[in-house]
Nanobody, 124 residues
Framework: QVQLVESGGGLVQAGGSLRLSCAAS????????MGWFRQAPGKEREFVAA????????RYVDSVKGRFTISRDNAKNTVYLQMNSLKPEDTAVYYC?????????????????WGQGTQVTVSS
């Protein structure tokens, strides 16, 4: 089992920044690729960003490229999502997830473990 706890969400004005953190426990963190997903009210869950086990490969949904950065610190068992130039359409609950295949993928169904989510609200 892997337990994931997100933090860092909140209310920010458009153009502002937030950094989300996801702390993992229970298994060797470096055995997992990690991803961030989000879900806005009335919408389906959406892939945001992913990172492989070493941090050497990252991927993003087009709508956040150039604004968001995913990173990880395996010594701290933590994955981060730095979000800059935030827009109202970024408002959602953000979830981190762990992929036991170590890749970090855009496909939600391939993730084994999920956190409880953290709310991000961007005001216009």
């Amino acid at each position: 089992q892997v337990q994931l706890v997100e933090s860092g969400g909140g209310l920010v004005q458009a153009g502002g920044s937030l950094r989300l953190s996801c702390a993992a426990s229970g298994r060797t963190f470096s055995n997992y690729g990690m991803g961030w997903f989000r879900q806005a009210p009335g919408k389906e869950r959406e892939f945001v960003a992913a990172i492989n086990w070493s941090g050497g490969i990252t991927r993003y949904v087009d709508s956040v490229k150039g604004r968001f950065t995913i990173s990880r610190d395996n010594a701290k068992n933590t994955v981060y999502l730095q979000m800059n130039s935030l827009k109202p359409e970024d408002t959602a609950v953000y979830y981190c997830a762990a992929d036991g295949r170590r890749f970090g993928t855009a496909v939600a169904d391939l993730y084994n473990y999920w956190g409880q989510g953290t709310q991000v609200t961007v005001s216009s």
